[in-house]
């Protein structure tokens, strides 16, 4: 059974929205984003890498670009073909590659090689859609917003918290209904349910601490 399966124009009660996320709260205080990075750039440069790959293969490549080229100049002074020689093993590495190029010089140039702080700077930096800038908006500054990967598009719909049909509406519908004390914090909560419990093709409801929350039918036994 898949990602948005029988019941995804269910919504969840209102009453359980704020239990939903204080069971995922209690269980890991502290969300944070899997890929690895030590600054805003590396950040911004590791999500827009991060498209149709894992986060794993990411890091695994980013461990070693970042110590050796871990600033926008630095970038640039690798020139396209070095800077590829790093990234070849994530997908589409060569469109990636350009991309990351072209926004490293942006950043040089326009922004004194710093991370702009709005969407309408981030979102035109080539490379970057809605989803790389509110991930950056979020990590990196603090701000509620909500970046819907697959695995949050998934559990929005599933659970019945944030309907939709396509990821912005399922952001919208996210920004009305995440109570303000969880906002900044939820959409790394969605996206880690997503990936180890609320699993597209099997969801492992046996072992799900917000079964009762859910919407989701039928809930799926233990193998």
């Known amino acids: 059974m898949r990602g948005n399966d029988k019941n995804t124009h269910a919504t969840m009660k209102t009453e359980h929205i704020v239990p939903f996320f204080a069971t995922l709260k209690a269980a890991n205080p502290q969300p944070n984003t899997e890929l690895e990075y030590t600054t805003v750039f590396e950040l911004l440069a590791a999500v827009l890498l991060s498209a149709q790959a894992t986060d794993v293969g990411v890091n695994k490549a980013t461990r070693k670009l970042f110590p050796a080229a871990g600033t926008p100049?630095?970038?640039?002074?690798?020139?396209?073909?070095?800077?590829?020689?790093?990234?070849k093993t994530i997908g589409l590495y060569r469109s990636k590659a350009r991309h990351l190029m072209e926004t490293c010089r942006i950043l040089v140039e326009r922004h004194g090689g710093q991370v702009p702080r709005t969407r309408e700077e981030l979102e035109a930096l080539p490379g970057v859609g809605r989803k790389t800038a509110n991930v950056v908006l979020n990590v990196a500054?603090?701000?509620?917003?909500?970046?819907?990967?697959?695995?949050?598009?998934?559990?929005?719909?599933?659970?019945?918290?944030?309907?939709g049909k396509n990821p912005l509406a399922v952001e919208m519908q996210l920004l009305k209904r995440v109570p303000a004390e969880y906002a900044v914090d939820s959409h790394h909560w969605l996206i880690l349910h997503g990936r180890y419990v609320c699993q597209a093709r099997k969801p492992r409801c046996w072992e799900c601490a917000v079964a009762p929350y859910c919407d989701y039918q039928p809930k799926t036994p233990a193998p």
């Open 141 to 163: 500054f603090g701000q509620p917003t909500m970046a819907v990967d697959t695995h949050i598009f998934r559990v929005s719909n599933r659970t019945g918290l944030a309907p």
């Open 73 to 87: 100049q630095a970038i640039l002074d690798l020139g396209l073909e070095g800077l590829e020689g790093y990234v």
